[in-house]
C-alpha cells in the first residue's frame, strides 16, 4: 500500500489542477474546554480518488470524548466534532474507493482514519500502532484539514479506514462496536482467547462499556467468563443478563483467595490506578493480564508474582481495520450486541454530563438521522 500523502496530492480525476469543492456538513462542536457542545456548520475536505463520503446515521459516545471535548489531555483543538464510533451509509465515493464501496451500501469508521501505509506495522496489517496515525477527530489529516468526527451529518474518509456493516447487524448497535467491541476483541483474538477447544477461563475486571463487551464475546469464543467487579449489585446482571459463568466481588478477601490460580486469561477494563496483586493471583501458571483501561497515574506490582507461575502482563490498543471487520462479521454471525441507549442529538450534552457520572447502561449512542442542529 503506498503512502496516502502522496495519494493524496492528487485529484478526483487524477489531475492536480483542478481542485474540487469541499463537502460541507452540520454537527455538534465543542467550542473550548468547557466541552459543551453547539450546533456547528463546517467545511470537509473534498472528496478524493480514494475518498468515500458518508451519511452518519449513528454516533456512539465514548468516555474518550468527554476527556477530548474537555481537553483533559492537554492537547485538544477547538472548534471540535468528536464522535469515534460511526455508522451510516455511502452518500459519494471517489473512482479508487468505488472499487470497494457504493453509494448506499451500510459502513462504519472506528477511531483512525489514516496511517502512513509504509512503515513496519502499516505493512504488518495492524496500522493502529502507526507512528503517523491519523484520529478519526482532534488531529489533522495529512493535507492539513481537521478531522471531524461523527456527531455530523457526513464524514470524508479513505475507504481503507472504512469497514461494511453486515445487513443483519443494527446500525444503533454497531457503532459502540467500532470502539468498545473492537478494543476487546483484538487481545482476545491476539492472545489466543479465541480456541476455546481446551477449556479455556477468562476473568473480566470492570462491567462497563468495555467490560460487558468482554463477557460477551468471551461467551462467543465459547470461554468460561468470571465477571470480576467492586459493585455486588452488578451480579444478577453479569450472570443473567451478559452470562456470566461466575462473580467476584472484588473486595471479598475470601473468595478472591479462593479463586486463586483459576484463570488463563484476564481482561483489565478500569481506567483509574488499581492494586495488580490480587488479580495477578487469579491466574494459572502462564497466565495473561491483559490491560485495556488508561490510567492517568503509575501502576505498581510485585514481580515475583509473575515470575512464580510464568503469568504475563500485556496491552492491546484497538484493532486493525481488518479485525474490525472481522469483528463485526462475528458480532453479525453470533448475535453479539452492545447494550445501548439510543438519544436524540439534542440530548448530546445531557448524555455526555450522565457518562461523566457513569449513569448509563452501557452506552450511549446518538442518533444522527435528522441531524437535529437546524442552521
Given amino acids: 500500500m503506498g503512502t496516502i500523502e502522496a495519494e493524496r496530492k492528487l485529484g478526483e480525476d487524477g489531475c492536480a489542477s483542478e481542485k ?9 462542536a465543542a467550542k473550548d474546554k468547557s466541552g459543551l457542545l453547539e450546533r456547528f456548520e463546517f467545511p470537509l475536505r473534498a472528496k478524493g480518488m480514494e475518498d468515500v463520503v ?3 446515521l449513528f454516533c456512539g459516545v465514548c468516555h474518550t470524548d468527554l476527556h477530548q471535548l474537555r481537553d483533559d489531555y492537554g492537547f485538544s483543538r477547538y472548534p471540535m466534532v468528536a464522535g469515534h464510533e460511526v455508522t451510516g451509509v455511502v452518500d459519494d465515493v471517489g473512482d479508487k474507493a468505488a472499487e470497494k464501496f457504493w453509494k448506499g451500501q451500510r459502513v462504519g469508521v472506528g477511531c483512525i482514519v489514516g496511517s502512513c501505509g509504509d512503515c513496519g506495522v502499516c505493512s504488518d496489517g495492524i496500522e493502529q500502532y502507526c507512528k503517523k496515525k491519523k484520529w478519526t477527530y482532534n488531529d489533522v489529516y495529512y493535507d492539513g484539514t481537521p478531522t471531524r468526527g ?3 451529518s457526513h464524514m470524508v474518509v479513505n475507504y481503507r479506514f472504512v469497514v461494511a456493516i453486515p445487513e443483519n447487524l443494527p446500525l444503533d448497535a454497531a457503532a459502540p462496536l467500532l470502539c468498545a467491541g473492537i478494543t476487546v476483541y483484538s487481545p482476545m483474538k491476539f492472545y489466543g482467547m ?3 477447544t481446551r477449556g479455556k477461563t477468562c476473568g473480566v475486571i470492570g462491567l462497563g462499556g468495555l467490560g460487558h463487551m468482554v463477557v460477551k464475546f468471551a ?3 465459547g470461554l468460561h467468563v468470571t465477571a470480576i467487579s467492586s459493585s455486588a449489585s452488578k451480579e444478577k446482571e453479569a450472570r443473567e443478563v451478559l452470562g456470566a459463568d461466575a462473580f467476584l466481588l472484588s473486595s471479598d478477601a475470601e473468595k478472591i483467595k479462593e479463586a486463586e490460580m483459576t484463570l488463563d486469561f484476564i481482561l483489565d477494563t478500569l481506567p483509574v490506578a488499581h492494586p495488580l496483586e490480587p488479580y495477578l493471583n487469579l ?14 497515574t503509575p501502576m505498581q506490582f510485585i514481580t515475583a508474582m509473575l515470575l512464580d507461575g510464568r503469568r504475563s502482563i500485556g496491552g492491546s ?3 486493525s481495520i481488518q479485525e474490525t471487520q472481522e469483528m463485526l462479521n462475528m458480532a453479525a454471525e453470533k448475535d453479539v450486541r452492545c447494550m445501548i441507549e439510543v438519544v436524540p442529538a439534542e440530548y448530546i450534552n445531557k448524555a455526555l454530563d450522565r457518562l461523566d457520572k457513569n449513569d448509563v ?10 441531524n437535529a442542529p437546524k442552521m
Avoid at 283 to 296: A, H, Q, Y
Avoid at 361 to 370: A, I, L, Q, T
Fill in 150 to 152: 461523527g456527531f455530523a
Fill in 317 to 319: 490498543f484497538i484493532g
Fill in 20 to 28: 474540487p469543492s469541499p463537502v460541507m456538513a452540520q454537527g455538534w
Fill in 219 to 221: 461467551k462467543a469464543f
Fill in 283 to 296: 491466574l494459572k501458571v502462564n497466565g495473561k493480564l491483559v490491560m485495556l483501561g488508561v490510567t492517568p
Fill in 194 to 196: 479465541d480456541n476455546a
Fill in 54 to 56: 458518508i451519511k452518519v
Fill in 361 to 370: 447502561r452501557y452506552r450511549f449512542v446518538v442518533d444522527m438521522r435528522e
